[in-house]
């Protein structure tokens, strides 16, 4: 059975999938949508952002359904060098990135059915596209979106290759504290690694609903045993580790299992084929430790959908040259350019034992010093508020 052609077909109905589609289907193009799973299954990946990404949210017709899904704090406290040296009047927002894509799911427009299905073939050249899937549906369209995250299976079907710029990066951990929100001081706390030995980037503490959710962030193998002993004892290795946590966070008891994901560095290699494009992941994969994940998903879903796509739909063909304009285009190179700088360099400050990097991270530690440093002096000449108490900390 071979349905109508769409402008689009998109392939993975994760957070790229799913709000490319939102975002063609509300400008009123013909879109299909597919996936496997009805209902978004638990996936341990991103679980914070920040009001820049909730602002492209905003952009993209999706800030509503984004709130909802989401916690919000307005000030997360710093911890460096065993010692709390700011409260940071930022505003972030908690979340498991299942209910976000769930609720994206459900704000889309009823012009888009989602279509249940595995791809079994898929068919491209510089005029029009197909995708038969396992049942024998077939859909016809103009143009292949891949948004399949790491999925590699249609990717070496379409001969499209990737590269791991980064095998082993980092292994990320998700757990939840068994006390809740309101048994800490903070509304958000994110403590550094400061001992060099160590490997750790940094924990995250933060209010998911109910839950205070924790992120540990680390630059090991996943076959170091480190990994197989945090896993087993979770609030011991916290306690040896990082006691700077200690005095804000006595209880640090855990519940439930503790979630891991490796992460590797990978780029995709000769994606520049008649009739698709490849966002998120599918295109690149960056480290979560910079929390640059998220916007750069959202960032190839809004140059593609609000720029790139809609030009392309005014004349005939999908051929890659005409393609070219999306990955070719300055804010997409910027954001893919700064995501995979910001993982090399976090690791690098982290873990390089030469004398260049020793030297940075002095300088990194000094200069911190120093802003924290003019923060306690201004505080001071600002003397007491006319209550009779300090002035409160910035």
């Not at 704090?73 to 060098?81: L, P």
Request: some cysteine.
């Amino acid at each position: 059975m071979t349905s109508h052609p769409y402008d689009a077909i998109i392939i993975g109905a994760g957070l790229a999938g799913t709000s490319a589609a939102h975002k063609l289907a509300t400008a009123g193009h013909r879109v299909a949508l597919i996936d496997i799973h009805a209902v978004y299954p638990p996936d341990f990946r991103a679980e914070k952002l920040g009001q820049v990404q909730m602002d492209q949210f905003d952009r993209l017709g999706l800030g509503w359904p984004a709130r909802n899904a989401t916690t919000m704090v307005n000030e997360v406290w710093v911890s460096r060098f065993q010692r709390l040296v700011s409260h940071l009047p930022i505003r972030e927002y908690g979340l498991h990135y299942a209910n976000l894509v769930n609720a994206i799911r459900q704000a889309l427009p009823a012009s888009v059915a989602l279509t249940l299905g595995r791809v079994k073939d898929i068919e491209t050249g510089p005029e029009r596209q197909s995708v038969t899937l396992g049942d024998g549906q077939r859909l016809e369209g103009r143009l292949i979106v891949l948004a399949t995250g790491l999925g590699d299976a249609l990717r070496r079907k379409l001969g499209i290759g990737k590269q791991v710029v980064g095998p082993k990066h980092s292994v990320s951990f998700g757990f939840d504290l068994a006390a809740p929100p309101s048994a800490f001081p903070f509304p958000s706390l994110t403590l550094y690694g400061d001992a060099f030995r160590s490997r750790i980037a940094y924990v995250t503490l933060f209010p998911i609903g109910t839950t205070m959710r924790g992120n540990l962030f680390v630059y090991r193998d996943p076959s170091d045993p480190w990994i197989k002993s945090f896993r087993a004892s979770p609030e011991a290795i916290l306690r040896a580790e990082l006691p700077g946590l200690l005095p804000h966070c006595p209880d640090l008891t855990i519940r439930g299992p503790v979630e891991m994901r490796p992460v590797d560095l990978v780029q995709a290699q000769d994606y520049r084929r008649d009739g698709v494009v490849l966002i998120g992941d599918a295109f690149l994969s960056p480290c979560p430790i910079p929390g640059t994940g998220i916007g750069k998903v959202l960032t190839d879903v809004e140059r593609l959908c609000a720029v790139h796509l809609p030009r392309w739909l005014e004349t005939p063909g999908m051929e890659a040259e005409k393609l070219g304009s999306f990955y070719d285009d300055p804010v997409k190179v910027a954001s893919d350019t700064q995501c995979l700088r910001a993982s090399h360099y976090s690791r690098a400050i982290a873990t390089e034992i030469g004398p260049i990097w020793a030297a940075r991270r002095w300088r990194n530690y000094v200069g911190r010093h120093a802003i924290h440093a003019l923060r306690g002096v201004r505080s001071r000449l600002a003397g007491l508020n006319p209550t009779g108490h300090s002035a409160p900390s910035t």
